[in-house]
């Protein structure tokens, strides 16, 4: 039979045990809600692509989930919080990366065909990603939450840029980098990616 003494240590032992399952049950469930909320808002998105944002409900989603209507009003107090977590999302995953492509510009020159790779290229400038873009930007002409969300957006763009260019010339990158490629997405004729780049070392040279 175990004396005292070591009926204490394995007292320690399965107490030590169970705490270190209880984290390890506890991170796995911290886990499983960030995958929950990544295929929500994932789910979120493609509704709105597909039927625009007012039909975007916590039953529309759901159904794209496979979920219950339930699960999503328990999560969120209200449609604008999932339709905000979407838009996060998108605005998070366009971001990080355009900040890795400017990451990996050495110089001037480098950090230029960065920015013509986020017009012409597949970062921000698909036809799914600028739909979205549009629903979030009439959102944002009425209501402040999602006026917020698109002014944190810029502003983690114009950071981006700051990495390489000064503050003024970063406003102004940011603003041709939407101009353009808002028109370019909607022009039959877009302006090609040599013709964009000039313009854009032309400013940064000025």
Same mark, same amino acid.
């Given at each position: ?18 705490? %270190? ?5 506890? %991170? ?11 295929? /929500? ?24 989930? $496979? ?22 999302? *998108?605005?998070?995953? +366009?971001?990080?990366?355009?900040? $890795?492509? &400017?990451? $990996? ?19 921000? =400038? ?18 402040? =939450? ?7 957006? *810029?502003?983690?763009?114009? #950071? ?8 003024? +010339?970063?406003?102004? &990158?940011?603003? &041709? ?13 877009? *302006?090609?990616?040599?013709? /964009?780049?000039? #313009? ?7």
């Amino acid at each position: 039979m175990p004396n005292r003494l070591e009926c204490s240590n394995i007292k320690r032992c399965c107490a030590s045990a169970s705490a %270190m399952g209880n984290q390890e049950q506890d %991170m796995a469930a911290s886990c499983d809600r960030a995958d929950n909320g990544t295929r /929500i808002a994932q789910a979120a998105l493609s509704v709105i692509l597909e039927h625009g944002v007012r039909e975007a409900t916590c039953r529309w989603v759901a159904a794209q989930e $496979q979920l219950s209507p339930g699960t999503l009003t328990y999560r969120y107090k209200s449609i604008d919080a999932l339709l905000i977590d979407a838009f996060t999302f *998108m605005i998070d995953e +366009i971001s990080h990366a355009f900040h $890795q492509r &400017l990451v $990996q510009a050495e110089d001037i020159d480098g950090a230029c065909e960065a920015i013509a790779d986020l017009i012409c290229g597949n970062i921000w =400038a698909t036809p799914n990603h600028l739909t979205l873009s549009f629903e979030l930007y009439a959102l944002a002409s009425r209501q402040e =939450a999602y006026r917020a969300l698109l002014q944190e957006w *810029m502003s983690r763009s114009r #950071a981006a840029l700051h990495r390489h260019f000064s503050t003024e +010339i970063s406003w102004t &990158l940011d603003v &041709l980098i939407e101009g353009y490629t808002i028109h370019n997405f909607f022009n039959s004729h877009p *302006m090609s990616r040599e013709k /964009i780049l000039l #313009a854009i070392t032309r400013l940064v040279r000025e």
